[in-house]
């Protein structure tokens, strides 16, 4: 499985845009990336996937370079609600194999 | 849509009890994960069910870890007997079998405590 990298903890104003850098050196070809939201004492909720270039939807975007060894997750306005843990996690496309969660980004929002 | 329900919520035992956890998936979800998070850690995938098959179970500690999916949609997941180690939130997922989307849907999780 791809191991992925990610800064411990982040911190931001309300209002501001904010990035998320995850490094992954070693995808593989079929590996898709996938972003996790948890608040604590919940489960982890699924935020974004992607596999190339950028996605977005309505709470995020996704960017991947060309190379595919890195991706950012950018959080738009963030609020004093995305106070949360994030985690980068990439698998193979097989649809069999779960996921495995990093220590994740630990993002504080403040007012 | 209902999601997933997972009981109890929350258990305190003492060490070489028996606990049981419950996890009922969203309806049509055909696999279904239990994952184990200490707390400051990510989760660690227990095992995955396909219907009511396992599909990986490489980090079940089977000496003492169970589980079963029952006609491939309900799934308890047992320890016995807990040692304090085993203190951690225990976590169902489920998703559609697909081999293009990571998208798992978590229950809230059940808190266990061994004393």
């Known amino acids: 499985l791809a191991k992925t990298t990610q800064p411990i903890s982040m911190d931001s104003y309300e209002g501001q845009e904010v990035n998320i850098t995850c490094s992954h050196n070693?995808?593989?070809?079929?590996?898709?990336i996938t972003w996790y939201q948890q608040f604590p004492s919940q489960g982890p909720r699924f935020i974004i996937q992607g596999y190339k270039t950028k996605v977005t939807n309505e709470v995020a975007s996704l960017f991947i370079p060309a190379d595919r060894k890195s991706s950012t997750l950018s959080l738009p306005r963030v609020s004093l609600s995305d106070t949360a843990v994030y985690y980068c996690?990439?698998?193979?496309?097989?649809?069999?194999?779960?996921?495995?969660f990093g220590s994740g980004t630990r993002l504080q929002v403040q007012p | 849509e209902a999601g997933v329900a997972q009981s109890p919520r929350y258990k305190i035992i003492e060490k070489r009890q028996s606990v049981a956890f419950w996890c009922n998936p969203i309806?049509?979800?055909?696999?279904l994960y239990w994952y184990q998070q200490i707390l400051g850690q990510g989760p660690k995938l227990l095992i995955q069910f396909q219907n009511n098959g396992v599909v990986d179970d490489s980090q079940l500690p089977k000496d003492r870890f169970s589980a079963e999916r029952l006609k491939g949609v309900d799934s308890t997941l047992k320890i016995q007997p807990a040692k304090l180690e085993d203190s951690a939130v225990y976590l169902c997922a489920s998703s559609l079998a697909s081999i293009t989307s990571y998208e798992q849907y978590f229950g809230p999780g059940t808190r266990l405590t061994v004393t």
């Open positions: 996690l990439v698998g193979d496309g097989t649809g069999r194999r779960a996921l495995t």
């Open positions: 070693n995808i593989a070809t079929n590996d898709y």
């Open positions: 309806s049509g979800h055909a696999t």
